[in-house]
């Protein structure tokens, strides 16, 4: 599976917009990005995937470089419940099972 | 949120014994993982269901069984639990290979 390299830690004013990049510069054709958070020690929680194309939902948008070699999630305003660990994680579905391969993530700390 | 639920949330237990951890969901989803999580770490997939009685290894399997005899259930047993296996246990259920995975609350294990 393609490893992930993000940076350590953010922070975001609260009501700004968190962008948080990911590195994946060696992902193959037909894995997929991922990503999760945690607050606390809470389980994971999803938030957002995508192949190729941006995609967006109601919790933050995904945007993908067209040579797929790195992405960046988007909090469009960011609250201080959005303190969390978020995980950039690339996955290639075996057809038997999506396995997730979380690193150490990025821990955003919002601010006042 | 997902219905899926894990028991114990808390054991401590000595080294040599053996240990069963149980996930339970009612959303009737196909696939089921447990994963583990240490400190400095994100979580690790130790082993993976991909329907009742279908299951196969994840990255840390060692030291781990599991089994699956009905839909809802998904149990992690540590046949003798040793201190490299004091984790948090976070087991995940999905409906799809491509889908998001809903993660439980957790089980706090310590092995003394």
């Known amino acids: 599976d393609a490893k992930t390299t993000q940076p350590t830690s953010m922070d975001c004013a609260e009501g700004r917009a968190a962008n948080l990049p990911c590195n994946h510069s060696t992902i193959s054709g037909n894995e997929y990005v991922y990503w999760y958070r945690q607050i606390h020690s809470q389980g994971p929680q999803y938030i957002i995937h995508g192949l190729k194309n941006n995609e967006t939902n109601e919790m933050a948008s995904l945007i993908i470089t067209e040579d797929r070699k790195s992405s960046t999630l988007i909090l469009p305003h960011a609250t201080l419940r959005d303190t969390a660990v978020y995980y950039c994680?690339?996955?290639?579905?075996?057809?038997?099972?999506?396995?997730?391969?979380f690193g150490t993530g990025t821990r955003l700390q919002v601010t006042l | 949120d997902a219905g899926i639920t894990q028991s114990p949330r808390h054991k401590v237990t000595e080294t040599g014994t053996p240990v069963t951890l149980r996930c339970h969901q009612t959303e009737n989803h196909r696939y089921m993982y447990w994963y583990r999580q240490d400190p400095g770490h994100g979580l690790r997939l130790i082993h993976y269901s991909y329907g009742v009685k279908d299951t196969d290894k994840g990255e840390v399997s060692d030291g781990y069984s599991v089994s699956r005899s009905k839909t809802e259930d998904f149990l992690l047993t540590l046949e003798s639990a040793t201190s490299s296996q004091t984790s948090v246990y976070f087991c995940?259920?999905?409906?799809?290979?491509?889908?998001?995975?809903?993660f439980g609350p957790g089980t706090r294990l310590t092995v003394l």
């Open positions: 995940a259920i999905s409906d799809g290979t491509v889908n998001e995975q809903f």
């Open positions: 994680i690339v996955s290639v579905n075996t057809g038997t099972a999506s396995k997730l391969t």
